[in-house]
């Protein structure tokens, strides 16, 4: 069974639409993760959830809504796309948010805005 | 922003050399964790090196941490295809993960 699974692993879609991305983790880990990866491969944290809770919200545009249904879940809702937005995005979790804990990164989404 | 650096950007090599790594602060770390990441996949955690001088072997890699806790290096002996991807150094800070912007290995058969 995979552990931090994404869906979609390919969106193409044009600018000014709203996508989402799901993410699920069957590790039974508090904590998730929403990161963009670059072209230049650079991974920045965009959001942090514990036990649903936001605890890590970086400088992204508003355009970016996580949302936790539960903590086995994060999804990234993005409105109004724009040709910047275009990134692998990595889901990930960990057991908690404390020192040393390893991070489970799902298998990324490629999102291309045309 | 603490930064990491990581060096060289890019190495491509012949299968069987051996090859170092490096990832470096002008701040102290608590710990640093080292990750690879394979073409079309997330980052997986290779090792978490805690203590300074500490090392670490996995199999034909081998972690080190400063002294000074300040950085760290990956050398791989023997290095095979298999090997190839970016790897990318972590630091904790405040609940997250600051990263390096990775070095990316090509290993040649």
């Known amino acids: 069974d995979t552990a931090v699974s994404q869906t979609p692993k390919y969106l193409v879609t044009q600018m000014g639409n709203d996508k989402s991305i799901k993410c699920e983790q069957n590790?039974?880990?508090?904590?998730m993760y929403w990161y963009k990866q670059d072209s230049k491969k650079f991974l920045k944290i965009m959001f942090s959830?514990?036990?649903?809770?936001?605890?890590i919200n970086e400088t992204v545009p508003n355009r970016f809504s996580p949302k936790s249904p539960d903590k086995a879940h994060l999804n990234l809702h993005i409105n109004s796309l724009e040709l910047g937005d275009s990134a692998v995005y990595f889901c990930a979790s960990s057991q908690a948010a404390g020192v040393g804990d390893t991070q489970y990164f799902g298998p990324g989404t490629r999102l291309t805005v045309l | 922003t603490q930064l990491l650096e990581q060096s060289p950007q890019f190495l491509s090599i012949q299968e069987g050399e051996n090859l170092t790594v490096y990832c470096n602060s002008s701040?102290?770390?608590?710990?640093l964790q080292w990750y690879r990441q394979e073409p079309g996949e997330g980052p997986v955690l290779l090792v978490t090196v805690v203590t300074g001088g500490e090392v670490k072997k996995l199999k034909r890699l081998t972690f080190q941490f400063g002294d000074a806790r300040k950085d760290s290096s990956l050398h791989i002996t023997a290095a095979q295809p298999g090997d190839t991807g970016l790897y990318l150094c972590?630091?904790?800070?405040?609940?997250?993960?600051?990263w390096g912007a990775g070095t990316k290995l090509i290993i040649k058969p």
């Open positions: 959830y514990n036990n649903k809770e936001l605890i």
């Open positions: 590790l039974g880990h508090d904590t």
């Open positions: 972590a630091r904790r800070s405040n609940y997250q993960l600051i």
């Open positions: 701040s102290v770390f608590s710990s």
